[in-house]
């Protein structure tokens, strides 16, 4: 279950946080106890910070931020990996690691990450003057779900609450932590049964757990393994289509079939990658044009401003793609016709 924090009663403190550029509001009540006060922590002055509390050193910036001595940015000048799925952040360490950075530095536990939430603060909710330009967005933990590995805890910064989301969700933050590891509170899953574990896994919000026949349901892993994947292993949705391998209705019955587009969308402003092909064809053949516009995307060329960082901050593609279609880090799916000054063998 999520550890929930109260919502806030009065919003009544409002200061301007400048992040990538734009002006976020951070909403704090007044009259709430400060549990994060700036005297809680040791500024280091080389972009850590120590908390006297826990005795943990953290990263005042997120991975993917860089430290300006006063402010955390995003670095505009180059590609810099600032999102990641649970998988990759891990990796992501172990990468940071082996470029002789951040040697002591790791993942933070749940327990750990939900230290720095703000009880008084939202959006971000987090001592801003000790960690400014902390995005106000989900940062991934080390922590997995215990009764189903598909799952792994997140601290959402906007509000200060801790879920679940599933590990291969790409748009999300991480910030390193270093020293020893806290304890946790002890799990209560060894007094669990076995049909109760059984039923947690199917906990997460979507399905309905009080459904006589939630047990009978295939696990998604058991029912894509024969579906070809792509070359991070997910399931290639489109080859699938494409070979038959599944078969969509094209209209519910006593309907009209939904029409296929046939015309693809050849996008240029791409710098050194290859440029991007969009298939109307794909997508119309098991998705209605109203799914898509105008709510994601204008009809007239030119009105969608589409960037790596709207898509993942979920706008554009990303309301799909590293949702429920392939991640956006499958570069070679999208990035597919070569160009003068593009690399041949890129992928």
Same mark, same amino acid.
């Given at each position: +279950?999520?550890?929930?924090?109260?919502?806030?009663?009065?919003?009544?403190?409002?200061?301007?946080? !400048?992040?990538?550029?734009?002006?976020?509001?951070?909403?704090?009540?007044?009259?709430?106890?400060?549990?994060?006060?700036?005297?809680?922590?040791?500024?280091?002055?080389?972009?850590?910070?120590?908390?006297?509390?826990?005795?943990?050193?953290?990263?005042?910036?997120?991975?993917?931020?860089?430290?300006?001595?006063?402010?955390?940015?995003?670095?505009?000048?180059?590609?810099?990996?600032?999102?990641?799925?649970?998988?990759?952040?891990?990796?992501?360490?172990?990468?940071? =690691?082996?470029?002789?950075?951040?040697?002591?530095w790791r993942l933070p536990t749940a327990e750990e990450l939900r230290t720095l939430v703000s009880n008084k603060c939202d959006d971000p909710s987090i001592n801003t003057d000790i960690f400014p330009g902390a995005p106000s967005w989900f940062f991934w933990s080390s922590s997995e779900y215990s009764?189903?590995?598909?799952?792994? &805890?997140?601290?959402?910064?906007?509000? @200060?609450?801790?879920?679940?989301?599933?590990?291969?969700?790409?748009?999300?933050?991480?910030?390193?932590?270093? @020293?020893?590891?806290?304890?946790?509170?002890?799990?209560?899953?060894?007094?669990?049964?076995?049909?109760?574990?059984?039923?947690?896994?199917?906990?997460?919000?979507? =399905?309905?757990?009080?459904?006589?026949?939630?047990?009978?349901?295939?696990?998604?892993?058991?029912?894509?393994?024969?579906?070809?994947?792509?070359?991070?292993?997910?399931?290639?949705?489109?080859?699938?289509?494409?070979?038959?391998? !599944?078969?969509?209705?094209?209209?519910?019955?006593?309907?009209?079939? +939904?029409?296929?587009?046939?015309?693809?969308?050849?996008?240029?402003?791409?710098?050194? +990658?290859?440029?991007?092909?969009?298939?109307?064809?794909?997508?119309? +053949? &098991?998705?209605?044009?109203?799914?898509?516009?105008?709510?994601?995307?204008?009809?007239?060329?030119?009105?969608?401003? !589409?960037?790596?960082?709207?898509?993942?901050?979920?706008?554009?593609?990303?309301?799909?793609?590293?949702?429920?279609?392939?991640?956006?880090?499958?570069?070679?799916?999208? =990035?597919? !016709?070569? =160009?003068?000054?593009?690399?041949?063998?890129? &992928?």
């Open positions: +279950m999520p550890f929930l924090k109260s919502k806030l009663r009065v919003a009544t403190c409002l200061s301007a946080v !400048i992040l990538s550029g734009s002006v976020l509001a951070q909403t704090c009540d007044i009259d709430k106890r400060d549990n994060v006060p700036s005297q809680r922590y040791v500024v280091n002055g080389d972009g850590t910070v120590t908390d006297r509390v826990t005795g943990l050193i953290w990263q005042q910036c997120a991975v993917g931020q860089s430290w300006t001595g006063s402010q955390c940015d995003e670095d505009r000048k180059k590609q810099v990996r600032s999102w990641f799925g649970w998988k990759d952040a891990n990796k992501e360490v172990v990468r940071l =690691h082996s470029k002789g950075r951040f040697l002591d009764v189903n590995d598909q799952y792994a &805890w997140q601290v959402d910064f906007k509000i @200060g609450v801790t879920e679940t989301h599933l590990k291969s969700g790409i748009s999300y933050h991480i910030r390193l932590v270093k @020293g020893d590891v806290l304890a946790t509170a002890r799990q209560s899953d060894s007094r669990e049964s076995a049909a109760d574990k059984a039923l947690s896994q199917w906990d997460d919000g979507i =399905h309905d757990i009080n459904n006589p026949d939630i047990l009978t349901l295939q696990k998604p892993k058991e029912v894509t393994s024969h579906l070809p994947k792509d070359s991070r292993g997910e399931v290639d949705w489109a080859a699938a289509l494409l070979t038959g391998a !599944i078969q969509p209705r094209a209209a519910r019955e006593g309907e009209a079939e +939904m029409v296929v587009w046939d015309q693809d969308i050849v996008f240029t402003d791409t710098a050194t +990658m290859p440029h991007v092909r969009f298939p109307h064809k794909l997508h119309s +053949m &098991w998705l209605a044009c109203e799914n898509c516009h105008d709510e994601f995307f204008g009809t007239r060329k030119g009105q969608a401003d !589409i960037s790596m960082e709207s898509i993942y901050q979920g706008r554009h593609c990303g309301a799909c793609h590293g949702r429920v279609a392939f991640s956006p880090n499958s570069c070679e799916r999208c =990035h597919s !016709i070569l =160009h003068e000054g593009s690399p041949t063998k890129w &992928w």
